[in-house]
């Protein structure tokens, strides 16, 4: 399946994350494994949503976030929960979003060109299984359709992971 081809019209957000749902929902179609479904899923994003410099996943481990696949530039390995916009989404069990990073207390810089960040956090059941980090190299570039779209996008791929 090609998705090289794609392109989402993002000046109408919520018919783009509809179409972004339809297609991630075929792509992760039949595939069980969280690291082949998450490695697809950040892929997808990352090419599928403008202004965009980091996607991907923390996944939890042993009380701490670790970096799982992602598209974009090398990231921080290991997130304490509740630390910075990750660890605070995971801790929260809610999404995060943050207009400005900088203004973020205690926020951890892996990539000094990003402003701001999206956080979603990944919940089968009672069991958090990590979060979905977006990254952004403009300020404010995420907002209420992005969170519902990316909340949307994260349930789609923890469903994809489900025990059959």
């Known amino acids: ?16 994350y509809s179409e972004l749902a ?10 069980r494994d969280l690291i082949a479904n998450a490695a697809n899923t950040a892929a997808l994003i990352y090419d ?19 970096l799982g696949p992602f598209q974009g530039k090398p990231a921080c390995v290991r997130i304490a929960l509740g630390k910075g916009v990750c ?18 207390p205690g926020h951890i810089a892996c990539d000094s060109a990003s402003n701001s960040e999206i956080v979603v956090p990944l919940v089968q059941g009672t069991e958090l299984l990590g979060v979905l980090d977006l990254d952004s190299p403009k300020l404010r570039r995420f907002g209420a359709a992005d969170q519902r779209g990316l909340e949307a996008l994260a ?6 992971c489900a025990p059959q």
């Open 48 to 66: 599928a949503l403008p202004d965009l410099n980091w996607a991907g996943f923390y996944l939890y481990k042993s009380g701490e976030l670790v």
């Open 22 to 31: 339809r297609d991630l929902t075929a792509l992760l179609s039949g595939e």
């Open 87 to 104: 660890g605070t989404a995971a801790a929260r069990r809610e999404t995060v979003l943050v207009e400005d990073v900088h203004a973020f």
């Open 1 to 16: 399946m090609s998705h090289a081809t794609q392109t989402y019209d993002f000046a109408n957000p919520v018919a783009a």
């Open 155 to 160: 349930q789609i791929f923890v469903k994809s």
